[in-house]
């Protein structure tokens, strides 16, 4: 019996392309974002309580690169700095105001440009 790929092929004269499962699941490397050096970096600290219950978060904006490469950022500054936070919508969060802290590990790090 055919399948209905081949039967709609036979009537609008259109080739069926051959989807593997390999097709469905590779990644394409142009999709993947480049994460750009420590020193190009343009990294802006700023402290919020906005929204949060009276609670101060350091928000550090203006990463560009992967999200892989932006939560290992998030872990390393949450571990130097002994407190928690989280990376998510392009912004590292960190809890409590911690921004000359963070500033001295930024630079530490190689992330020069930092604010």
Same mark, same amino acid.
């Given at each position: 019996m055919e399948d209905w790929k081949s039967k709609l092929s036979a009537l609008t004269g259109v080739p069926v392309p051959e989807v593997t499962e390999k097709d469905i699941y590779e990644e394409d490397d142009a @999709? *993947?974002?480049q994460t750009l050096p420590p020193k190009q970096q343009k990294l802006r600290l700023a402290m919020e309580r906005t929204g949060r219950g009276? *609670? +101060?978060? +350091?928000?550090? =904006?203006g990463f560009v690169g992967s999200e892989d490469d932006m939560n290992a950022l998030c872990k390393l500054l949450k571990q130097k700095c002994g407190v928690g936070g989280t990376a998510k919508d392009g912004e590292i969060i960190i809890?409590? @105001?911690? =921004?000359? =802290?963070l500033l001295e590990i930024l630079k530490n790090e190689g992330y020069s440009n930092s604010k």
């Open positions: @999709d *993947k974002i009276g *609670k +101060t978060v +350091t928000i550090i =904006r809890q409590g @105001d911690h =921004r000359p =802290r």
